[in-house]
């Protein structure tokens, strides 16, 4: 992780993605939504668990996809939200819908940890 401070999404962002979206934010669980905002952040013993940009993304990534957290657009708000993030802390984040759309799927089922998130993320960024 760059040397910078970390900017972490705000409920707002994730409100206005989904807005953007969906044409209407409807949430389906105002605690999930806040879990998914903090997870990038936790410690343990004073230990970040997610130590890296990648990290912390795909912790994003994998909250917002997986736990349905709206009515709808849960998949392309977990994608625009990991593309905001990583813009805020100067990272190119390369999305192929078409190539990428079925990994997504395969996150929003449960079938990849943070881990395997981490790394497929990593394979989509430059500058970092």
Known sequence: MSKHEVEYLTGHDLLNINDQ???EVMIRDIH??????RRPMIELFGEPQFPTLTDK????????AYHHLFIDGNKRTAV????????RNGVNFR????RDYEYILEIARGSENVKQIAVWLSHRIANY
């Open 57 to 64: 993304a795909a912790a994003y990534l994998e909250s917002l």
């Open 80 to 87: 625009q939200a990991v593309e905001l993030f990583f813009a």
């Open 32 to 37: 999930l939504l806040n879990s998914a905002l």
């Open 95 to 98: 999305f192929d819908p078409t």
């Open 21 to 23: 979206i969906t044409g």
